[in-house]
């Protein structure tokens, strides 16, 4: 046959060997070329069709001549499976910073009950430990009797839990801490939330106004005298302090302002330190009115912080303030230590604590240093539907640089989610018909991945928070042996199978 193919032009025609030629005839039947009717022709029968055919789901496989590019990524944590090609789907921040990402920090979307708790606490937790990195949690979910849903996850790793309660009887994170500090001074540049603006922020919170000018310059007067003091002495200033002087006249105020605004200066720092006093005797005492406990100093020196805020009420200002000091102490020495180049994962499930007020607006502007501070941050939300248009946390789903959506029981919580994505249409439907562990990631323009979460057995028995409603109680993390020294290496031997 190749003889036949390359024959020259003019050439005589080649002769083929009658038993090659019986070959070719009993595998290939020879028939008659199909003879072209006139009429049909003239009525344009051979011409190509506008307009479709009917045919079967067999014959159109041959119209399915392209591919599924696999991923061919490597670098990073795996995740799960993408549903449509089988490839293993990664979604690690910090290894796709650069390429596909330009936002480190990361929104879980979706409804009660649809795994985003297992995917939080897996991929974006105990896994990105294995990979040597460090997870804070900031717990507000409660689970039982044992205190928050991350209290199985932060024994089986032999970690400290640090739990706040009102009255004193808990954990205390000083909001006038020293590593809060106006002053932080960091190679590059990098500055965090001080104590002016954390602590102006907690009085508009609870003075339910903004704070004018004379009293943000009473305020910022207070906080200097009361920190000069405390270094004098060897003692770490209290809230109580600022609320004291705020309500006396001190003599530097006169330096200050001048002997023209002497009188009217006593008056400016009466309103702020009224809520001050109030809060060190109401929603905040011994939480953030008293000296930093060990056991917060001692934090970081784990793989996983756990800051257990379960017991904290959802009204008032406590929750919200909590939270937003944790953050902004833990930017804060992270700036400092910015030297070390440490990667961290803050997590903060109820993302919507985060959102809302003044404190949460310094919350949202820390996030902003995420890069420079090398701090994931990690918030869940459920339903888009309930946010107004110009809510906060609406920006913090939309400035996210990787998204899980999960699934929606809702049609306008569906199509809210679309519209904020802008997905397709057809999405609407498919985020209320998939399964539990069933998400669509988007990771910054790319097309977004429909995704299985694969969990080992072990993962599988840490996220598992049923037991609760099914009146059981599981001892197998109990029966888990733990090695004698904790470290990245075990850590990721625990977890080895979801990989």
Request: with cysteine; hydrophobic share 40%.
């Amino acid at each position: 046959m190749t003889s036949l193919l390359n024959r020259p032009k003019g050439a005589a025609p080649a002769t083929i060997p009658t038993e090659a030629m019986d070959v070719v005839e009993s595998v290939v039947a020879r028939r008659r070329a199909p003879r072209r009717n006139k009429w049909l022709d003239r009525w344009g029968w051979y011409e190509p069709r506008p307009e479709g055919v009917w045919s079967t789901t067999r014959q159109g496989e041959a119209l399915n001549l392209a591919t599924t590019r696999k991923n061919v990524r490597h670098e990073g944590l795996v995740s799960g499976r993408n549903l449509m090609s089988n490839a293993l789907v990664i979604t690690d921040p910090f290894a796709l910073y650069g390429s596909e990402i330009e936002n480190i920090n990361v929104a879980v979307v979706g409804d009660i009950g649809k795994a985003k708790s297992s995917l939080i606490k897996t991929t974006l937790g105990l896994r990105q430990i294995a990979a040597g990195r460090q997870v804070v949690v900031i717990d507000k979910k409660r689970q039982g009797d044992h205190g928050g849903e991350y209290t199985k996850l932060a024994k089986t790793l032999g970690v400290p839990s640090i739990k706040f309660k009102t009255g004193g009887d808990g954990a205390r994170l000083n909001l006038m801490d020293p590593a809060i500090s106006s002053a932080v001074n960091t190679s590059g540049g990098i500055v965090p939330a001080g104590q002016e603006v954390l602590i102006a922020a907690v009085l508009e919170d609870t003075m339910q106004r903004p704070l004018v000018q004379t009293e943000i310059a009473a305020l910022n007067l207070a906080l200097r005298l009361v920190n000069e003091r405390a270094s004098q002495d060897h003692t770490e200033p209290v809230l109580r302090d600022v609320a004291d002087l705020l309500l006396s006249t001190p003599e530097e105020a006169t330096a200050t302002f001048g002997p023209v605004w002497e009188k009217d200066a006593c008056r400016w720092g009466r309103d702020p330190g009224l809520a001050l006093r109030q809060l060190c005797e109401g929603d905040l005492r011994g939480l953030v009115d008293q000296p930093t406990s060990e056991d917060v100093r001692n934090a970081l020196d784990h793989p996983l912080v756990h800051f257990d805020v379960s017991e904290l009420p959802n009204k008032g200002p406590a929750l919200r303030v909590v939270m937003t000091v944790i953050n902004t102490w833990l930017s804060n020495v992270l700036a400092a230590r910015a030297s070390e180049h440490k990667q961290t994962v803050l997590i903060v499930e109820e993302g919507w604590h985060i959102a809302e007020g003044s404190t949460g607006k310094v919350f949202r502007d820390n996030m902003k240093l995420s890069r420079g501070l090398g701090l994931s941050t990690v918030s869940a939300f459920h339903h888009i539907a309930d946010l107004p248009a110009d809510s906060p946390a609406r920006a913090l789903m939309q400035e996210a640089g990787i998204v899980f959506l999960y699934g929606q029981d809702r049609v306008d919580d569906a199509e809210q989610t679309v519209r904020m994505y802008h997905l397709p249409d057809y999405c609407v439907d498919l985020l209320m018909s998939m399964r539990k562990g069933q998400c669509l990631v988007v990771m910054g323009k790319s097309d977004p991945v429909l995704m299985q979460h694969e969990r080992s057995p072990l993962e599988i028995v840490l996220t598992d928070t049923d037991e609760v409603i099914r009146g059981e109680s599981t001892m197998l993390v109990e029966q888990i042996r733990l090695p004698d020294e904790l470290d990245a290496a075990a850590i990721a031997e625990l977890v080895g199978e979801a990989q």
